[in-house]
């Protein structure tokens, strides 16, 4: 006769190696297939670790790929010099190297390190390729202005909570993704415990009035349960709990793998919350997965006026590069932004 299940507690038991099987590097060489192009550079070098550990946020020498378009005054160089620049100059020609030997590639990339991606450092770059790194100075503004990948730098962060805890065996990665044009109201969330799918929400916290659809809900969630049972159940052996993302297709019809996480604290439910999902583990369950979008331009999820991560932004005028120039020097639409903001920045105190 089988051994009944124990009751299940709101998070599974987290160890070491669990964590561990979630970074980038331990699931993408499984999954690749499936999942977006992309290129793992490790070991980084204590160098370049102690740069993303450094204060500020500043462009390391020739990690550029054009000449500046603006130079500064000599008075006005001195005072960055004084006030902004970093008291160490960084600069990695051999990362400089590979990293534009993979945007040649790819044509563009999107950066992340073991676990987490600098999503909420977005408005760094223009908006209308968001994210898009096309030189080695805009990966490093990424991750230097993202509050996100804090969590990747720091190990006693990346095994908070492991049963036993234990920093032994962590190394830092950079990972390149190749980039796309991403039709984000694609983006899924995927929730599984014990082995069950049990539920999907929309990343995005937009509203959308073709995910709306009876219709459409039902192709989502058949196509997701389909694409995780073709793909993902019985290939993912690391622990019967996880969390992943996937991107549908235009069609709806199959998915790619975005990335993987833990079922734990540190992952978003996004428009579940725990204690529900763990319900749908203990309660009755409909044959496909529970799907959750924004329903409504007035739901309490749905963005409006504000736009994402802005506790994160900082003045454009507070970013240097290690020279000691103003960021204007940085790119031309660096130049339009500062341009653009001071006028408004007038405009108000008149």
């Avoid at 204060?55 to 000599?74: K, L, Q, R, Y």
């Avoid at 100075?137 to 234990?166: R, T, W």
């Avoid at 369950?285 to 999820?301: A, K």
């Avoid at 006026?305 to 454009?316: C, F, S, W, Y």
Wanted: proline letters at 8%; glycine letters at 4%.
């Amino acid at each position: 006769m089988p051994t009944a299940l124990s009751p299940p507690t709101l998070f599974p038991a987290l160890t070491r190696e669990s964590v561990l099987s979630f970074q980038f590097s331990s699931w993408y060489p499984q999954f690749s297939r499936i999942s977006v192009k992309s290129t793992i550079i490790r070991p980084l070098s204590k160098e370049f670790q102690d740069y993303l550990h450094s204060d500020g946020v500043f462009i390391p020498e020739g990690s550029e790929n054009t000449e500046a378009h603006i130079s500064a005054s000599d008075d006005d160089s001195d005072d960055d010099s004084d006030e902004s620049s970093p008291s160490v100059s960084y600069a990695f020609p051999d990362l400089d190297a590979r990293i534009r030997q993979v945007i040649t590639a790819y044509g563009g990339v999107f950066p992340k390190l073991n676990f987490s991606s600098p999503r909420d450092a977005a408005w760094v770059l223009p908006p209308g390729s968001p994210l898009k790194c096309t030189s080695p100075a805009e990966v490093y503004m990424l991750l230097k202005s993202s509050d996100f990948i804090s969590h990747d730098l720091d190990p006693e962060n990346v095994f908070e909570g492991c049963e036993p805890y234990d920093q032994g065996g962590y190394e830092l990665e950079l990972v390149l993704r190749k980039w796309y044009s991403i039709d984000r109201s694609r983006e899924l969330r995927c929730f599984v415990r014990r082995d069950i799918l049990i539920g999907i929400s929309q990343r995005d916290p937009n509203y959308y009035d073709f995910l709306n659809e009876e219709s459409t809900q039902t192709r989502i969630a058949e196509t997701v349960k389909r694409f995780w049972e073709d793909n993902i159940r019985g290939k993912w052996g690391n622990s019967p709990h996880y969390v992943f993302d996937v991107l549908l297709t235009r069609d709806l019809s199959n998915a790619h793998i975005l990335d993987f996480n833990p079922f734990a604290p540190r992952t978003d439910p996004l428009l579940f919350t725990y204690e529900e999902l763990l319900s749908l583990v203990t309660g009755p369950r409909s044959s496909i997965p529970e799907l959750r979008v924004i329903d409504s331009r007035s739901h309490p999820s749905a963005i409006r006026n504000a736009p994402a991560h802005q506790h994160n932004m900082i003045p454009l005028e507070a970013l240097s590069i290690s020279s000691g120039r103003d960021i204007e020097s940085f790119t031309e639409t660096w130049h339009e932004e500062i341009k653009r903001s001071m006028e408004e920045e007038s405009e108000s105190d008149g």
